[in-house]
């Protein structure tokens, strides 16, 4: 059975670049060794992104996700999701939308999160490692 890894929003990001093949290609690779679980919170921050920065399509955006559907598992932030990120806010003092990231992920039972913004090799509530793979 394969670990279960989070995937954040940059890493989708970086996924579906044009301009980063170097960094699309290590995330392709990694990625394939794990079973992928990501929210509904780092789709939609996600879409914003294709909307504002790339300015794609609505139909091409609608494509991506449901590709991103295909290979991860995306889970729905619900209250015991929120409740546990702000416990998390107040234990380690990232920002909020990251906690809730982090929660999703321990909600999820996933040993690593794939990000490239926070604390690489730190360890939340003994169970989830904080993995810069970029």
Known sequence: ????VFIDTNIFF?????????????????TEQYSCITSTQ???EFSNILIKKLKLPVEQIKSVIAEIYSFCNVIEIELPIIE???????????????CLML???LTSR????FTEDMQDGQIIKNRLTIKNIL
């Not at 059975?1 to 279960?4: E, L, V």
């Not at 996933?110 to 999160?113: A, W």
């Open 103 to 105: 929660s999703a992920a």
């Open 1 to 4: 059975m394969q670990d279960r």
């Open 42 to 44: 780092a789709i939609n």
């Open 14 to 30: 970086y996924l579906y670049s044009t301009d980063e093949v170097e960094k699309r290609t290590k995330i392709e690779e990694v």
């Open 110 to 113: 996933c040993t690593q999160i």
């Open 84 to 98: 546990q990120a702000l416990d998390i806010h107040e234990m380690y003092k990232y920002s909020y939308y990251d």
